[in-house]
């Protein structure tokens, strides 16, 4: 059973950081790449950041600079390190599994407000 369980999030002042994790099971984890989406309230989602099985990144323009994608292939975990984080960043940031099936989870809420 394919499982993606993201934690990390939560609400935090601007200028300050997070880290979020995605935890994965039920597929062969360092085959897959791994994203980051966001989605706000009354937007779509977006892709936030991505890291191949090889290990290149991707990062939204928004982002650069500020966030680092990274991965533990044996704790079978993807991370998003957030820092100087501004109130445009608040949305609900998801983990996708993309490679031989796409898997997503649940989510988790970041909200940045003072």
């Known amino acids: 059973q394919v499982q993606l369980v993201e934690s990390g999030g939560g609400l935090v002042q601007p200028g300050g950081s997070l880290r979020l994790s995605c935890a994965a099971s039920?597929?062969?984890?360092?085959?897959?790449?791994m994203n980051w989406y966001r989605q706000a309230p009354g937007k779509e989602r977006e892709l936030v950041a991505a890291i191949g099985s090889g290990g290149s990144t991707y990062y939204a323009d928004s982002v650069k600079g500020r966030f680092t994608i990274s991965r533990d292939n044996a704790k079978n975990t993807a991370y998003l390190r957030m820092s100087s984080l501004k109130p445009e960043d608040t949305a609900v940031y998801y983990c996708?599994?993309?490679?031989?099936?796409?898997?997503w989870g649940q989510g988790t809420q970041v909200i940045v407000s003072s």
């Open positions: 996708k599994a993309s490679g031989r099936g796409v898997y």
């Open positions: 039920g597929f062969t984890f360092s085959s897959y790449a």
